[in-house]
T-cell receptor, first 113, second 116 residues
Framework: GQQLNQSPQSMFIQEGEDVSMNCTSS?????WLWYKQDPGEGPVLLIA?????ELTSNGRLTAQFGITRKDSFLNISASIPSDVGIYFC?????????????FGKGTKLSVKP | DADVTQTPRNRITKTGKRIMLECSQT?????MYWYRQDPGLGLRLIYY???????NKGEISDGYSVSRQAQAKFSLSLESAIPNQTALYFC???????????????FGPGTRLTVL
């Protein structure tokens, strides 16, 4: 079964607020990825992380690869209505099958204008 | 044009029918995947293929089969559809030789399948 705990499951925020979500696991990961899924579409890659402690930004999005290699977080600053969607973390376990990603269950973000 | 396309985008079928979902990609990637998405469960891997002669079962392969007809095409079949296979199905591709040598996956737009 799935081995990533993603939280929160859903968030309702006001436009302009900052958002934070995270994924944790009891296993060590050597890759963390964050995807966003818009309604009716497939997930789109936002940020990829490859090293423990790595902090990477993509516009208003910032993600970090946890130093223990068992977690990652995604922050969105100054949210806007188009940030609405489902955000998924995904990771590749250390020693796991090549290419196989494990996905979190998603964080559904709603933004009130 | 989309790099990863899926057909059909929507399909309604009856229990017991055979269904094939198709995926094509123009990214030139060797690796292709089929996922299933259910509300609250995220994405779960059904099958994956690392090249034309390679097929591997994922987390939830029972009731499904796949065919990798060419590097660019990977189809998913439900031999005898049942209602609990109602879900969103996504195809994805990756190439370990690009994107920093790691397996970032690129997804198609999805197929919404309803089994009555």
């Amino acid at each position: 079964g799935q081995q990533l705990n993603q939280s929160p499951q859903s968030m309702f925020i006001q436009e302009g607020e900052d958002v934070s979500m995270n994924c944790t696991s009891s296993s060590i990961f050597n890759t963390w990825l964050w995807y966003k899924q818009d309604p009716g579409e497939g997930p789109v890659l936002l940020i990829a992380l490859y090293k423990a402690g790595e902090l990477t930004s993509n516009g208003r999005l910032t993600a970090q690869f946890g130093i223990t290699r068992k977690d990652s977080f995604l922050n969105i600053s100054a949210s806007i209505p188009s940030d609405v969607g489902i955000y998924f973390c995904a990771g590749r376990k250390y020693g796991g099958s090549q290419g196989n990603l494990i996905f979190g269950k998603g964080t559904k973000l709603s933004v009130k204008p | 044009d989309a790099d990863v396309t899926q057909t059909p985008r929507n399909r309604i079928t009856k229990t017991g029918k055979r269904i094939m979902l198709e995926c094509s990609q123009t990214k030139g990637h060797d690796r292709m995947y089929w996922y299933r998405q259910d509300p609250g469960l995220g994405l779960r891997l059904i099958y994956y293929s690392f090249d034309v002669k390679d097929i591997n079962k994922g987390e939830i392969s029972d009731g499904y089969s796949v065919s990798r007809q060419a590097q660019a095409k990977f189809s998913l079949s439900l031999e005898s559809a049942i209602p609990n296979q109602t879900a969103l199905y996504f195809c994805a591709t990756s190439d370990p030789l690009t994107a920093g040598g790691n397996n970032e996956q690129f997804f198609g737009p999805g197929t919404r399948l309803t089994v009555l």
